[in-house]
């Protein structure tokens, strides 16, 4: 594995950080000052088309997706530095158009749809002219074993007709959100992972209700937001079928592990952050006669989080570098362990830095506490931390037996 970045990718990262610097940062508070106080979700902030529209002219836009015509000729290892740096911002990863949970219906689409599906959906999500949102879990079942999940996509002549309630639907809050990725349970006699499928339905369906947005610590997340939604009675073409009936996990696999390696490319640049703002207090600010910077556990915090972002960093690389050269598959171990240290590594950096900062910590005149809040749901989403160290130590025995 080579550690050096290549000069392509650091003429990427130059481009990333100066736009960070120049645009993202300043506009951080002008993007919450522009939603609409009466209702979040209503409509988009116009700060956000600008900053996407400058970022189109520098080409800094659609940088995931691997080996694909799509994207930009960026390897999951040449990309992990700049999902990185993207990460420091919530504002961030929507401007260069690289947000969950677009890019991974995006990376769907084109690896599992049709033609005819990437016309419709995949393009104008490619051009940033709509959203997305995935619909798996569900309020009723523990989701975190798929295997669970009630609503049913049936089929009924040229048509399938899906029943069934999903939450934390990431992203239909969005008024720009037109289509969904659905899966369901479309055979209950079939073997136990080939019951699911995924679907492709469009928002505006009859029977596709938002019945709410579900905020998070408090963070509604406006206007992307995570929608609890019905599906009654909600009748789609055959034809969105993705891939096949009973091939919903075959897809699910190829989905989650670039987009668990995408969320821990980005928790790493929000630890960064975390650190930055850390270490700049502590060198501004005296207690008791003397810097902060001064005091040996203020020290002690600096040093450990700065050999844990090391090694969650060079853990997500090793991932994405495998993901590369060996496949997904391949690589599973090592994205289920970067999935578990990546978030809790930042929750622990992210803490410290608010305790440094103390009541501006929990402020929102600092990034620290939303980042908090939003990184803690992590080690939920996309496989809890128990079922990743669960599959973790059944592939270590598995080397023995």
């Known amino acids: 594995m080579e550690f050096k970045y290549s000069d392509k990718v650091n003429s990427y990262q130059e481009k990333l950080t100066s736009f960070m610097e120049t645009y993202i940062y300043p506009n951080e508070k002008v993007y919450q000052e522009q939603l609409d106080p009466m209702d979040r979700f209503s409509t988009i902030p116009p700060i956000l088309e600008e900053l996407k529209q400058k970022a189109k002219d520098e080409k800094l836009w659609n940088l995931f997706l691997p080996d694909s015509e799509y994207g930009a000729g960026l390897t999951n290892l ?16 929507e401007v260069f158009n690289c947000a969950a949970p677009d ?6 689409i084109e690896r599992y749809g049709t033609e005819e599906q990437k016309k419709a959906w995949l393009e104008p999500l490619l051009h940033g002219e709509i959203r997305s949102c995935f619909s798996m879990t569900e309020p009723d079942v523990a989701s975190s074993d798929a295997t669970n999940i009630k609503a049913s996509i049936i089929r009924d002549g ?37 019951q699911q499928s995924m679907i492709l339905v469009p928002m505006d369906t009859p029977g596709v209700t938002i019945k709410r947005t579900l905020p998070v610590f408090g963070y509604d997340h406006a206007p992307h937001g995570h929608a609890e939604i019905e599906y009654h009675n909600v009748r789609v073409p055959a034809t969105n079928m993705l891939l096949g009936e009973g091939r919903g996990f075959e897809i699910a696999q190829g989905r989650l592990g670039p987009g668990r390696i995408h969320h821990c490319m980005r928790t790493i640049g929000a630890a960064e952050r975390a650190l930055e703002l850390l270490c700049k207090r502590v060198l501004d600010r005296e207690t008791f006669g003397k810097k902060l910077a001064e005091q040996g556990v203020i020290q002690e915090w600096i ?5 844990s972002i090391e090694q969650a960093r060079l853990l997500t690389l090793k991932a994405a570098y495998m993901m590369d050269t060996v496949g997904n598959k391949e690589a599973k171990s090592e994205i289920a362990m970067i999935k578990v240290i990546a978030p ?6 992210i803490d410290k830095a608010i305790q440094v900062l103390g009541a501006a910590g929990v402020s929102e005149d600092f990034p620290l ?33």
């Not at 007709?161 to 055979?187: E, F, H, L, Y």
């Not at 040093?303 to 050999?307: E, G, K, S």
Request: one cysteine or more; charged letters at 25%.
């Open 78 to 93: 040449e990309y992990a530095p700049l999902c990185e740096v993207m990460g420091r911002s919530s504002l961030a990863p």
């Open 103 to 108: 890019t991974g219906n995006m990376e769907t």
């Open 158 to 194: 040229d048509d399938y007709v899906i029943n069934g309630t999903k939450w934390w639907s990431s992203g239909a809050g969005d008024p720009r959100c037109q289509i969904a990725i659905v899966m369901g349970k479309n055979d209950p006699a079939a073997q136990k992972h080939k």
């Open 303 to 307: 040093a450990n989080a700065r050999i």
């Open 344 to 349: 809790n590594m930042a929750l622990d950096v």
């Open 369 to 401: 506490a939303a980042s908090w809040a939003n990184i803690r749901t992590l080690r939920l989403a996309d496989g809890p931390d128990e079922v990743h160290r669960k599959s973790i130590a059944k592939w270590e025995l598995k080397k023995y037996q």
